[in-house]
T-cell receptor, first 114, second 110 residues
Framework: DAGITQSPRYKITETGRQVTLMCHQT?????MFWYRQDLGHGLRLIYY???????DKGEVPDGYVVSRSKTENFPLTLESATRSQTSVYFC?????????????FGPGTRLTVT | QKEVEQNSGPLSVPEGAIASLNCTYS??????FFWYRQYSGKSPELIMF????GDKEDGRFTAQLNKASQYVSLLIRDSQPSDSATYLC??????????FGAGTQVVVTP
């Protein structure tokens, strides 16, 4: 049972480049999320998806694009990377039950923009 | 003002003692509250959730919720070195969004 995986785990890129972070889950969870984690800010929601072809903005969506053509995949694209996007990115999934809203997190991608 | 506030710590706790972590939130319509544990360099994992006022116990962990005071806490009894981690408070707000605090670092000293 692979659960939720992210790739790559580490990425160094240059300012202005396009970067895509991949997320894959094997549970068929309806909801998927992308967060970034920076020191002092905790986890901040970038985008989320309630189902295939349904996505919505979170707290910090600027500079990011998502798509969800299949339930199991939720890629995050940085269209033109900036240094301020250096962060650790976590993908998560959830069945979306409002009462016990457990989110399962992937191992994270550490992205450095030079 | 942040939606969810936590003391950043570090909270230093002797082994075997009780660690007490606090969290306040601003959205009075919030209904569900979660505590995640995150080891250094790892992803967060859920350890407790609570949605009714009062206490909820699970092993050495107790979550306490007071909606009138907009306050949720986590107690870790008989703290072990393996409890050394950052603890994230998360609140499901009235918009259905999960808001995370910045986390409290706990260091359990032998």
């Amino acid at each position: 049972d692979a659960g939720i995986t992210q790739s790559p785990r580490y990425k160094i890129t240059e300012t202005g480049r396009q970067v895509t972070l991949m997320c894959h889950q094997t549970w068929s969870h309806s909801y998927m999320f992308w967060y970034r984690q920076d020191l002092g800010h905790g986890l901040r929601l970038i985008y989320y998806s309630a189902a295939a072809d349904i996505t919505d903005k979170g707290e910090v969506p600027d500079g990011y694009v998502v798509s969800r053509s299949k339930t199991e995949n939720f890629p995050l694209t940085l269209e033109s990377a900036t240094r301020s996007q250096t962060s650790v990115y976590f993908c998560a999934s959830s069945e979306g039950d409002r009462e016990s809203y457990e989110q399962y997190f992937g191992p994270g991608t550490r992205l450095t923009v030079t | 003002q942040k939606e969810v506030e936590q003391n950043s710590g570090p909270l230093s706790v002797p082994e075997g003692a009780i660690a007490s972590l606090n969290c306040t939130y601003s959205d009075r319509g919030s209904q569900s509250f979660f505590w995640y544990r995150q080891y250094s360099g790892k992803s967060p994992e859920l350890i407790m959730f609570i949605y009714s006022n009062g206490d909820k116990e699970d092993g050495r962990f107790t979550a306490q919720l007071n909606k009138a005071s907009q306050y949720v806490s986590l107690l870790i009894r008989d703290s072990q070195p393996s409890d050394s981690a950052t603890y994230l408070c998360a609140v499901l707000d009235s918009w259905g969004k999960l808001q995370f605090g910045a986390g409290t670092q706990v260091v359990v000293t032998p």
